[in-house]
């Protein structure tokens, strides 16, 4: 009657969807005060000026049937090219519109992605720790998700390891920097010699291995904290954006797909998009968030209270003593879970309020991620708990 596979993912929800929704019904037995929310990774800080502005012009002063309309099914052109006009300013890769897919979001810049390149037989490599959606993203097309280990002293992708994992089935690798869930930016230096063993590898396999750099989280660093253009170190990278963290507007379900000008067959790769693209029925992302992304491509997310829940975050669990990895981006501090069992330890912050995720679908046994794209409020209420969870473990 149904597929097993999707019925299988439809009924076996997330593990951070399933304490968000614990947390809804906790906050109803026990009051909303006393449930501190760090599941979700949904933007609290609204939406810059800009998106309202383009939006209350856009609906008032053109006409509504070409704002409401189909676009062409890449995307509107005039969009597209601001998309590109915009990258080429900042960094200068050589983009042009024809290489650029408007998309729902990252999920859909993923998934369309991986259909487009998927190859029976293929494998795609995820750096430890990851969004766990990529596994589900890269079986759904066909392909094998093989997960690279990462380096228990940087919680970056350990060098040594990725290069062992790199064999001829490898169509692709996805990069996720910032890193959900470990905040940490991939240091250039690091991505470098990433490239460096990609390009060995290539020559000696005699065909492209993809990178597939996926980066909803680019804007969103602390510090001056450089996060260097994929397109720029590799010549067969795609990139998967959107601006569901950037520009606050993940339920807009907008981004883009934009593929590198040194891509190997680039027209091909672009036409195998707009298949998938097709295939998978992402065709036309929405009309009216196209045209207000591109009146604020270049506008910058105010990351200040992100910033400042970091800092008062990180400064008070290290200080209690846990374990943490310091984000320089995203809005998300992985933590070191004082027992072994992240699953137990999630369990016991659970019964203190405190919703966090263990890391083991991330690919991180025995941490957890905390996401503080939250009130600074409910940060400053929660840490008598994180502070108790501590003590309940040190008392052991
Ligand atoms: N990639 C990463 C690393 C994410 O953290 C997320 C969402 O949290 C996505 C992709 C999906 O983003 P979108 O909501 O734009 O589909």
């Not at 309202?52 to 995307?75: F, N």
């Not at 750099?213 to 795609?238: K, M, N, Q, S, W």
């Not at 991620?369 to 929660?382: A, F, K, L, P, Q």
Request: aromatic share 10%; net charge negative.
């Amino acid at each position: 009657m149904y597929n097993k596979t999707m019925h299988g993912l439809g009924s076996r929800r997330s593990v951070i969807r399933e304490l968000f929704e614990f947390g809804k019904r906790r906050a109803a037995e026990v009051g909303a005060e006393n449930v501190f929310d760090f599941s979700l990774g949904n933007p609290n800080v609204p939406a810059p000026d800009c998106v309202r502005e383009a939006a209350l012009d856009i609906i008032s002063s053109e006409d509504p049937c070409a704002v409401h309309g189909y676009t062409s099914a890449q995307g509107d052109a005039g969009v597209r090219a601001a998309v590109a006009d915009s990258l080429e300013r900042r960094f200068g890769a050589g983009i042009t519109p024809d290489l650029i897919y408007m998309t729902c979001g990252a999920a859909a810049s993923l998934t369309v992605t991986l259909n487009a390149l998927t190859e029976p037989g293929d494998e795609f490599l995820l750096l430890a720790p990851y969004f766990p959606e990529y596994a589900v993203f890269v079986s759904a097309a066909g392909a094998t998700p093989v997960v690279v280990p990462y380096d228990e002293a940087t919680m970056l992708p350990d060098l040594a390891a990725f290069e062992k994992a790199l064999s001829p089935r490898v169509k692709g690798v996805i990069v996720n920097s910032p890193n959900n869930p470990s905040g940490a930016v991939y240091p250039r230096e690091l991505l470098e010699k990433m490239c460096a063993v990609l390009r060995a590898k290539e020559k000696e396999f005699g065909h492209p291995v993809v990178l597939i750099a996926d980066e909803p989280y680019r804007e969103i660093v602390y510090g001056g904290a450089e996060v260097p253009f994929l397109p720029c170190l590799y010549d067969d990278t795609v990139v998967c954006y959107s601006w569901s963290k950037s520009l606050s507007l993940p339920g807009e379900r907008i981004g883009y797909i934009a593929l590198s000008p040194r891509l190997h067959d680039a027209a091909g790769v672009y036409a195998a998009v707009c298949g998938a693209g097709r295939a998978l029925g992402y065709v036309c992302a929405p009309s009216l968030f196209q045209k207000i992304v591109a009146r604020c491509v270049d506008a910058s997310p105010d990351i200040a209270a992100y910033e400042s829940n970091r800092d008062l975050l990180y400064g008070a669990l290290t200080d209690f003593g846990y374990t943490a990895v310091h984000p320089d981006g995203a809005f998300y501090l992985f933590v070191k879970a004082l027992e072994e069992d992240a699953n137990a330890f999630s369990d016991k912050a659970k019964e203190l309020g405190l919703l966090i995720v263990p890391g083991d679908d991330f690919g991180a046994k025995g941490w957890v991620r905390i996401s503080y794209c939250v009130s600074h409020d409910m940060i400053e209420r929660s840490l008598p708990a994180f502070k108790k969870l501590k003590a309940m473990y040190d008392a052991k």
